[in-house]
Nanobody
Framework: QVQLVESGGGLVQAGGSLRLSCAASGRTFSTYAMGWFRQAPGNEREFVARISRSGGMTYYADSVKGRFTISRDNAKNTVYLQMNSLKPEDTAVYYC?????????????????WGQGTQVTVSS
């Protein structure tokens, strides 16, 4: 099992950058693929990015491709989301999640463990 805690959210102006971190507990962090999701008021939770267990493969939603970068440091039990060129439509609560399965998925229901979320607000 793993416990996840996000940090790094805040208020930024459009065009700015933020770096989110997700710290994980447990000895099995490197066995989980990790994902970032976000949920804006009135919207469903949506996929943002995914990174494989070793960090060798990454996947992004079309809406963030070229602007966001997911990475991980298994030695630190931490996954990151670097967000550049932020837009007001990026405003949401951002969650990290762990997936124990070996099948790539963007569905929130396929991720077993979740953090509490961190608020990202992009002003115009």
């Amino acid at each position: 099992q793993v416990q996840l805690v996000e940090s790094g959210g805040g208020l930024v102006q459009a065009g700015g950058s933020l770096r989110l971190s997700c710290a994980a507990s447990g000895r099995t962090f490197s066995t989980y693929a990790m994902g970032w999701f976000r949920q804006a008021p009135g919207n469903e939770r949506e996929f943002v990015a995914r990174i494989s267990r070793s960090g060798g493969m990454t996947y992004y939603a079309d809406s963030v491709k070229g602007r966001f970068t997911i990475s991980r440091d298994n030695a630190k039990n931490t996954v990151y989301l670097q967000m550049n060129s932020l837009k007001p439509e990026d405003t949401a609560v951002y969650y990290c999640a762990a997936d124990t399965a070996d099948i790539v998925t963007t569905l929130p229901s396929r991720y077993e463990y979740w953090g509490q979320g961190t608020q990202v607000t992009v002003s115009s």
